[in-house]
């Protein structure tokens, strides 16, 4: 969120935030503390933000909306006006569907006053441009996007309502329909728009017995991918998604009781402090990706990505498909072949066993096994015991490598243009492809310190692996090697 660019009227900023909190305080249901306040933090790149004004106990309710005034499915009446069942839309679709409605509704909205407040622009990466998005050239995050799907499940399932029911989806920008390309980009801009909201603001609403989201947000599913396990409804929560979060600095969570989603402070707050919910322990690849922002308090959640293709690569396999290779087919009917593996970042003192998922050092041992030690593990159809000895760690070494020439600069090269970025004296809200371009730096630092910090301890285990690396130290160009170590 950075200062201004994001609000379609920037310069009516206080008063949409005054108008906000009267259109709430009109509920006789809303409780709010008059310990808080809805700041803006634009000049620091935060947009709006609650603060406490006062010190605040543990314990202690901030503010209390009540389930009525939450923007969902259950409270717009789109689906007495409809003949289709909204909700068999599931849950991204469904809400996206109402927020289209409700939005368009304009003043006659209920939730009028609450859309003012929110962005209609994002750094997502939905909204990157494919040079802005080179420069997450190497990470893992690129593949996550999910545009294409998000436009197809869009065109499947809204468009076929929206065009039907022009009185209920009024055309914008002086359009006609939502017919023709015009029509159709006009649509998708909007549906982008309110997936986007959901995205990043969006709560997934229980039904009021159990008390609290445990992520403190709608979950942590990709772009319009709903979590086939957890199907719970998804609701905009006015003022509860106004709070900011910077990992470790939370300090409120949203409790979901019957009638009310209540926040409450979870720490003692100072006054001055600003109020942090929790989006969960994601690294600033998906904090990016989801949230359009990242902060270096995050760092501690990078990970390194791997894919199955990556590993079977650089183990010298003509491909990662199952039903060719007999050591994958062996993991496969044995349950323990992953698409992907994930590294987290190691913390000071932990050991390769603590960070390696368990699966990804199976898979190690499996490719470094010779001919007779599979072929004797295929008989028995057993995967082999997880080993990580000099080849494994050779592999695992050699993979790194590779993912790190993906990149397209080296972990110095970046650090030097992001210190260039920020001389002392700079504004810390950057804004449009400058912020952009410094996120994409802070987010391919991370995941490079990641491989460095994995591969200087591997290089313990397998001394010689080090050696192969490239004159500047991070393997770059040494991408397609197919030696065995
Ligand atoms: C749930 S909303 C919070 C309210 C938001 N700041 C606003 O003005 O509408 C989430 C969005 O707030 C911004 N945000 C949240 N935490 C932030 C932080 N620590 N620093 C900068 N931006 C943050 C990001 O743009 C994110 O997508």
Not at 109 to 116: C, D, G, V
Not at 217 to 227: V, W
Not at 365 to 389: C, G, H, I, V, W
Not at 429 to 435: K, P, Q
């Amino acid at each position: 969120m950075s200062s201004s660019t994001h609000f379609s009227d920037p310069s009516s900023f206080q008063q949409q935030s005054n108008e906000f909190i009267s259109w709430l305080e009109s509920y006789p249901s809303v409780k709010a503390n008059p310990k808080i306040l809805l700041a803006d933090l634009r000049s620091s790149g935060a947009g709006r933000g609650v603060v406490a004004r006062a010190n605040i106990a543990e314990g202690e309710e901030l503010f209390s909306i009540p389930r009525s005034l939450i923007l969902a499915v259950q409270n717009s009446d789109l689906k007495s006006l409809l003949p289709q069942d909204v909700e068999a839309l599931g849950p991204w679709l469904s809400l996206m569907l109402v927020m289209l409605y409700e939005y368009l509704r304009g003043e006659q909205s209920k939730w009028a006053p609450y859309f003012r407040v929110l962005p209609s622009r994002f750094d997502t990466l939905m909204f990157w441009s494919e040079a802005e998005l080179s420069e997450l050239q190497g990470s893992a995050i690129v593949d996550k996007i999910g545009k294409q799907s998000a436009n197809d499940s869009i065109l499947q399932s809204i468009a076929p309502i929206v065009k039907s029911n022009p009185t209920l989806f009024p055309p914008v920008n002086g359009l006609a329909s939502y017919e023709g390309d015009a029509g159709t980009a006009a649509l998708l801009e909007l549906a982008h728009t309110m997936g986007s909201l959901i995205m990043a603001y969006a709560f997934d609403i229980e039904n009021g017995e159990d008390d609290e989201d445990e992520d403190g947000d709608g979950g942590d599913e990709s772009f319009m991918s709903d979590d086939e396990d957890e199907q719970y409804p998804k609701g905009m929560v006015p003022l509860a998604d106004l709070l900011n979060a910077d990992a470790d600095r939370n300090n409120a969570r949203l409790f979901q009781e019957e009638e009310a989603l209540v926040m409450k402070a979870i720490k003692p707050i100072q006054e001055g402090e600003e109020i942090f919910n929790d989006y969960g322990e994601i690294p600033r690849a998906d904090l990016l990706r989801r949230y359009g922002y990242v902060t270096d308090n995050y760092s501690v959640y990078d990970v390194v990505e791997l894919t199955l293709g990556d590993v079977c690569q650089s183990a010298g396999l003509s491909s990662s498909d199952v039903e060719s290779q007999p050591r994958l087919q062996l993991l496969d009917e044995n349950d323990v072949l992953e698409d992907g593996y994930v590294i987290p970042k190691p913390i000071a003192n932990a050991k390769l066993e603590d960070i390696l998922p368990a699966e990804l050092v199976v898979l190690l041992t499996t490719l470094t096994q010779s001919p007779e030690e599979f072929e004797q593990r295929r008989a028995k159809n057993k995967p082999p015991k997880p080993s990580m000895d000099v080849a494994q760690a050779g592999l695992l070494y050699k993979v790194l490598q590779s993912k790190q020439a993906h990149y397209a600069t080296s972990l110095e090269q970046d650090i030097n243009t992001l210190s260039g970025l920020l001389p002392p004296n700079a504004p810390a809200a950057l804004e449009g492809s400058a912020r952009r371009h410094k996120m994409a730096l802070q987010v391919r630092i991370g995941e490079k310190e990641v491989l460095r910090a994995v591969m200087t301890m591997l290089e313990s285990l397998a001394p010689g692996a080090s050696q192969k690396r490239s004159a500047n130290g991070d393997g770059r160009g040494s991408r397609n090697t197919k030696q065995r170590v």
